[in-house]
């Protein structure tokens, strides 16, 4: 079991920088997969990024090059830096992890966190 809590969502403007972060609780962090997830009012919710537990990532093609996500295992964190924000990347952010198994499903979702992209 692991709980995950968002923080960093706000308003910037379009071009701006926004760095999301996501605390874990637990012991087994270090085996879990984590991402971050989006969710715009009407739309589905979205992987935009992730990051295995040996440290691969992979990205939305909408984000690459522009986000970074990041973890430090010894202080169960999990990072997005977002630069160069754009109005399409507003939306509630979520912090997830996945056990250490086959597929893409998440088993546990922090609250989230907004952001606002707009000048």
């Known amino acids: 079991q692991v709980q995950l809590v968002e923080s960093g969502g706000g308003l910037v403007q379009p071009g701006g920088s926004l760095r999301l972060s996501c605390a874990a609780s637990?012991?087994?962090?270090?085996?879990?997969?984590m991402g971050w997830l989006r969710q715009a009012p009407g739309m589905q919710r979205e992987l935009v990024a992730g990051i295995s537990n040996g440290g691969s990532t992979n990205y939305a093609d909408s984000v690459k090059g522009r986000f970074t996500i990041s973890r430090d295992n010894a202080k169960k964190m999990v990072y997005l830096q977002m630069n160069s924000l754009k109005p399409e990347d507003a939306g509630v952010y979520y912090c997830a992890a996945k056990r250490p198994r086959p597929g893409p499903v998440y088993d546990y979702w922090g609250q989230g966190t907004q952001v606002t992209v707009s000048s």
């Open positions: 637990g012991s087994m962090f270090r085996v879990y997969s």
